[in-house]
């Protein structure tokens, strides 16, 4: 595997990431971005399509597990309660060390385990530094001029795959 942030897989949202799919490519672990792959930033709660989308990969026999870049814990763990999944806050990724100790806890492999975010430089490097399989999906919502600009430096890499 190249270490170079190419994405694996693109899908156009999180819930065209099926359990099918998962279970297809021998995943145990889906480990999920919150901002912008989950749900937009600034939402509280789940939507009802993902909570369904959540339950049926689970229901497939794929552990969920968020792990988010943000510091806003009462918002994370909102999110993770309502989805009935674990979480780990304030990731810092592209570092590998949190979807490590995710992978640790839960006893899987990196090779049965996928990383599914919207950002190049943070989750799908991250994924790649953890020897997980990085799956990109589009942002939910681009509202800031500072985020856009930061998907246009990305779109080298979006356009590609690394296979
Ligand atoms: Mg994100």
Redesign the pocket.
């Known amino acids: 595997m190249s270490f170079l942030p190419f994405p694996e897989y693109k899908f156009p949202e999180l819930r065209d990431i099926t359990g099918d799919f998962l279970i297809e490519k021998g995943v145990e672990l889906l480990m999920l971005?919150?901002?912008?792959?989950v749900a937009p930033y600034g939402a509280e709660t789940p939507s009802e399509p993902v909570l369904r989308w959540a339950e049926s990969v689970r229901a497939a026999g794929v552990g969920l597990y968020i792990i988010?870049?943000s510091r806003k814990e009462g918002r994370v763990k909102a999110f993770a309660q309502a989805l009935g999944v674990p979480y780990i806050l304030r990731a810092k990724k592209p570092s590998p060390r949190k979807p490590r100790e995710a992978m640790r806890a839960l006893n899987v492999k990196p090779e049965n385990a996928v990383l599914a975010?919207?950002?190049i430089y943070?989750?799908v490097l991250s994924a790649k530094l953890a020897g997980v399989t990085p799956i990109l999906v589009k942002?939910i919502k681009l509202s800031n001029p500072l985020l856009a600009l930061r998907y246009v430096l990305e779109a080298p890499f979006r356009r590609l795959r690394s296979r």
Do not use: E, F, I
């Not at 971005?33 to 792959?37: G, P």
């Open positions: 971005d919150l901002d912008n792959t988010s870049n975010g919207d950002q943070t989750d942002p």
